[in-house]
């Protein structure tokens, strides 16, 4: 699992580096990362005004509670106030009339209904109404002096009232009867609730400027939801929406909630003591087209960001990205046809045509010394020709030295160690000769020189031989350094020329096979015959002597296993290594 983990690792690594491989990327991520902190800070200051903006229906819808409330509270205060102030200074009914009179004027006919009420909802003595509004305000003297507390909510055909009452003592009025009466005031509260300018609804009806894309209905007990602008034609929020609004408020501790609708806003709380308001606030046409301005102002930072970082992108490509992969060709021409073009234009940067200058330089002191360097070579090729030439007609003539002393020589052992010795200096002469004239100075082809040298050493052992012996090479293509291969050159001529001298005695046929096969860097040499074996030859005392003392000699010299098989003939078989860096092909 380590193991996995690790390799992940790298492999994320490894994709990262690749991605900040070129220039062009490391050059991107420079211009991005000091661009993107800038563009980071603009876009969350105007992402934040943008929040502020979106949330303006909220904040409305909330300020328009706590306006209700502090309206209404203020309104009943200041009426109940005007009720005990009236109450206090009755004394008989043409002063209670005159004192309804004053506050109905004083108030500027904000009261639909002042008027004296008894315990049986019943209207007495004095009482003065708005004009026309009296008939809807009457039928609200009875339930003004059930209500528990002294200001409440009534609600008469869809429309929402304020009723206020205030205990009268009988004294006041010189009443000899017992029964309770009460100062009543009710007013309106569709046209007060807000104090606010108002402007002209959609629909034609009005509503206070606090209220512009915004509906408000009160929720008064036992009434339901009342419209807060009887003229609007409003319609009432969704049961499901009021029901999670009441829901919410029990968790706060002022009693107060708030949802957010798809596009619109509901805020509910409690107001004046005397019941609760929901208000559903709409963003404002000059909000969403600000919103709108704030957006395409995003978007236009990000293009214009884009724009700028394409821009650079493009004069980063044509002064930074062109010159040098201008350079790169010439660098990469020079490589392959050995010729480095200079040129690179004045609009490139100081520093590529410095490069540029000092890479030119460089490659024509290369050429220059490159040159040298193949003269030598070339002087040393034709001094180690020469050398090889030379030695191959010192080794000639050693043979041939050797063979006209042992013609002159009559003991035929004695005449047959010189034929011996001749044979090896001619194998050695055969190997120079392929090193000169093939100009194989390095390495040397071993089809070519096996053939060659095993016709000489048939030729060499005589007409008789030749007509009886016949010889199969197959050296497999493999190509081998001088020093190796002239230890395989004495191997396989001592080895020929003892098969050819032992193992075909009389009248005998066969067959002499030379064979070399490569299994990676292990190179291996077989020289077989289907003559009368090394050990029936050996028992005549004929094979053993300095011949297979120098093929153990030769095999130890280039670090060689030596194995000799018989069975049918004799097999001597040869393995060697070859370093990996002089491996033949």
Known sequence: MLQQRKKGMLRVAFCFARLFDSVRARMATIIIGSVLPVAILGTILIWQDYGNLSRSSERRSEIAVREIDQHLRHDAERTVAMLQTLSDSMVDDDSARRLLQLAQSASGTRYCLLAIVDSDGAI????????????SCESGARPAITYEKSAAIWVDNGRPYLSVRVPVSVTSLNRSDDRSTFLIAIEPLDQTAIPSQTHFSSDGGTAPRLMTNAEAWLMAPDAGLVSLCSDCGWPPPDGAIIRKLVSLATEDVLGRSSLQLSSRFCAYGPVGGVGTVVVEAAR??????????????????????????????????????????????????WERAGAFDASVSLSAPQEYRKL???FGTATRRLARREQELQKAVNHQKILLGE????????????ASLLSLQGSRIRDDDVRQEFMLARDRVRTLETLHRHLYVEGELESLNMNSFLDELSAQLLTAAGQDVRS???MHVDAGGIVMAPDQATSIALIVSEVVSNALKFAFPGDRHGTISISMSRTGNLITLIIADDGIGLSTSADNGDREGIGLQLIRGFARQISASLRVEEGDGTRFIVEYSVPANRAPT
């Open 124 to 135: 007495a003595h004095q009482l003065t109404t708005t004009s026309g509004s009296f008939k």
């Open 284 to 333: 404002l046409p000059q909000e969403t087209r600000t919103m709108w301005m704030l957006g395409v102002w995003i978007a236009l930072v990000l293009a214009l960001l884009l724009a700028g970082l394409a821009g650079v992108m493009i004069a980063g490509h044509r002064l930074v990205i062109h010159p040098l992969r201008r350079l790169t060709e010439a660098v990469q021409e």
């Open 356 to 358: 540029a200058w000092a």
């Open 387 to 398: 050398i090889h030439h030379r030695v191959k007609n010192n080794l000639q003539i050693v």
């Open 468 to 470: 009886r012996i016949v």
